[in-house]
């Protein structure tokens, strides 16, 4: 069994190694697991050429994880138990092949997966404390990979992960070490998506820190700065920090980048600031509201995306909203333009922005112009949620001008708005509700939600806790109610003359 390990290390090519390997652990497990866990100085010359051996062997892996298929194999030979015992090793010339093997291994789902279940989380956390900066470089990438998942984002930090990766921030020593930067900065973007990462990071003064590697010259590691940002920024306390670190004229300079990822980061991370007022005047100073409008004739479909959400706090916090829209040239030519999409993230964003700028009714009445209500009423037979509950606000918004009222039931827009209502999602039923209530203004339309069967659900809504369902779901039963107590009244006069 020895010579097939040694075999393994000296070939480096075939899958049909991984087996072998495995054999060769089993039978010798137990001595093996010894010889990893002791010093080198403490071993007998018998017991280094098996560590030797090891070494060989964890570097040969390294080299075989380039390939998606012998990632596979190597799944399938029950080589991640293997991984998670040599990770366990105090010699550094183990683990460093080891760690790098599974940072490839760590881009596919089912090996994320393999290594939460293991428990190999603890150990990359131990050795992202080392003083090894090539292995540091390998843990932090692989917590980058793997920390897609909510359990794995929990693992890191119960295992102690945020600090080390905080710490890497701190360093400017290793500044100049891009795939270690790029690593721990990835880390720490993919940890904060958890609400309870961001609250430790707090306490670390991450956002601080954050904003210093805003000057950074990598692309990469400048997304995955904005994008830690972008989660961190979505508390109050932060957008404060951002605010006075001086972070936001630094991130309003990174528009006039054309590295599309990074772009897709920056647009979120300046959505959540601009929820803030103060942060707001500060980017209205900056003309931010200009570069981030820019952003929706980018290529990209999640930079245009992004960017179309992230002009709704702009549009809605502006000190002058209306006359800002209406100052951008070609601005909501543009918006209207993009409901030709073909993108559903596209569409839902810029329905999200029309119903914030048709707010204002000078900009409504240009909207009207721009035939919006006609793009609008092309994506009402749609089954996507998200698409759902901004298109019925857009409508909600821009019914209420001439005749779109009544022009938006010629359309037929009314029935499929009405099946909207059957989502299981609560936020769609209120933009649906909003806009119920506005189309049932015209009497033709109620006539039409009534022979949908709208009023039952209406009447459900209004038993909802949400306030704003409330108010629409009862407005719209009022016009429903309203015309039916006409059309009796009508009857009965009839039938008096």
Known sequence: MSARFAWLANTCASAAAFPSWSICWTSKRGSIV????????????????????????????????????????????????????????????????????????????????????????ADIVTHLNSENIDLKVECSTALYKCAFDATTRDLVREAGGLAPLVSILKDKSVRDNKPLIRGATGAIWMCAMSDENVEQLDDMNVVHHLVGLLSDECDEVLTNVTGALSECVRFKQNRKAVLNSNGLPAMV???????????????????????????????????????????????????????AYAICPCVRNATDSAELVRSLVGAMELVVGLLKSKE??????????????????????????????????????????????????????????????????????????????????????????????????????????????????????????????????????????ELALRAEEYMLKIDDD
């Not at 500060?282 to 930079?303: G, H, Y």
């Not at 039931?409 to 009314?414: A, I, K, N, P, S």
């Open 344 to 481: 559903i993230m596209v569409l839902s964003a810029v329905c999200a922005a029309i119903a914030t700028i048709a707010l204002d009714q000078t900009n409504l009445a240009i909207l009207t112009d721009l035939r919006v209500i006609y793009k609008l009423a092309d994506l009402v037979n749609t089954t996507d949620d998200m698409l759902r509950m901004n298109l019925a606000a857009a409508v909600a918004a821009c019914a209420c001008f001439g005749n779109n009222t009544e022009e938006l039931g010629r359309l037929r827009t009314v029935t499929p708005i009405v099946t909207y209502m059957t989502s299981e999602n609560p936020l769609v039923h209120r933009t649906t509700a909003m806009a119920l209530e506005k189309l049932s203004m015209d009497p033709q339309n109620c006539i039409t939600m009534h022979q949908s069967g709208v009023v039952p659900f209406l009447l459900e809504c209004i038993g909802s806790t949400n306030k704003e369902l409330q108010l629409a779901a009862a407005g719209c039963l009022r016009n429903i109610r």
């Open 34 to 121: 010894s010889i990893l866990q002791t010093p080198r100085n403490q071993l007998t010359t018998e017991e280094i050429e098996f560590l030797d051996m090891a070494r060989a062997g964890s570097r040969a892996l390294w080299t075989l994880a380039d390939s998606k298929h012998n990632m596979e194999q190597m799944r399938k030979s029950g080589i991640v138990p293997l991984m998670a015992n040599l990770l366990k090793s105090v010699h550094i010339d183990v683990v460093i092949p080891i760690m790098g093997t599974v940072k490839k291994c760590s881009s596919e789902p089912k090996f994320q997966l393999a290594i939460t279940t293991e428990g190999m989380i």
């Open 253 to 307: 300079a990174l528009l006039n980048s054309s590295h599309a990822p990074l772009l897709e980061n920056l647009a979120t991370a300046i959505k959540e600031c601009a929820e803030d007022p103060e942060s707001m005047r500060i980017l209205e100073q900056l003309d931010a509201v200009r570069l981030v409008w820019s952003l929706l004739k980018n290529t990209s479909p999640r930079v245009q995306a992004n960017a």
